[in-house]
């Protein structure tokens, strides 16, 4: 299968500052890519649609000012955690679409465990 | 609307048993495409397979097996003979144009596998 690479695993951070995430796809170019965030025992939530050139289309209730995504190209897509605080500590995971959109899978990275102090 | 639903909160089995994790779905759309995944305690979601709703046969990959019936909208997971390294939580999950090609996820089963 198709391999996404998610970077940093887990970041430790003060509250105020800002964290970036990146989500890269290795071996395929993915003209869209998601950003899921996690809380322990649930499901994944979809935070914002992220497309190639565009800007992302942000899910209802998530802050598009304090999560920035950015798809500057085929391969990398990026979610910064602004002046994060303690409630923003969670699991984020990103997936990568195939450009395929006729085999409609979604291939996750390995997430990102955000601590906010 | 669309709606995946996995009823079965947590299942705990006994190594090498046969364990079967339940998926029901909802959709208007006569396209669509069904997914499981894996989470481990790492974190990541892993892949298993993808079905579409046109293709109605089950499908076995080593000791993995699916059983896909639209008369009953059920898209079920079997593992058979089960191993600790099973244990993780399994999503079942939906994507059609109704959902604008997003996947509508099931809330998970965490499945324990005891030696």
């Known amino acids: 299968g198709a391999v996404v690479s998610q970077h940093p695993s887990w970041v430790i951070c003060k509250s105020g500052t800002s964290v970036k995430i990146e989500c890269r796809s290795l071996?395929?170019?993915?003209?869209?890519m998601f950003w899921y965030r996690q809380f322990p025992k649930q499901s994944l939530m979809l935070m914002a649609t992220s497309n190639e050139g565009s800007k992302a289309t942000y899910e209802q209730g998530v802050e598009k000012d304090k999560f920035l995504i950015n798809h500057a190209s085929l391969t990398l897509s990026t979610l910064t955690v602004t002046s994060a605080h303690p409630e923003d500590s969670s699991f984020y995971i990103c997936?990568?679409?195939?450009?395929?959109?006729?085999?409609?899978?979604?291939?996750f990275g390995a997430g990102t465990r955000l601590s906010v102090l | 609307a669309q709606k995946v639903t996995q009823a079965q909160t947590e299942i705990s089995v006994v190594e090498k048993e046969d364990v079967t994790l339940d998926c029901v779905y909802e959709t208007r759309d006569t396209t669509y495409y069904l997914f499981w995944y894996k989470q481990p305690p790492s974190g990541e979601l892993v892949f298993l397979i993808r079905?579409?709703?046109?293709d109605e046969q089950n499908e076995i990959s080593g000791r993995y097996s699916w059983n896909f019936q639209k008369s009953t909208s059920s898209f079920n997971f079997t593992i058979t003979a089960s191993q600790v390294v099973d244990s993780a939580v399994y999503f079942c999950?939906?994507?059609?144009?109704?959902?604008?090609?997003?996947?509508?996820w099931g809330a998970g089963t965490k499945l324990i596998i005891k030696p």
């Open positions: 071996d395929f170019q993915a003209t869209t």
């Open positions: 079905r579409n709703s046109f």
């Open positions: 997936s990568a679409y195939q450009a395929d959109i006729a085999k409609n899978i979604q291939y």
């Open positions: 999950a939906l994507i059609s144009m109704d959902s604008n090609y997003q996947l509508i």
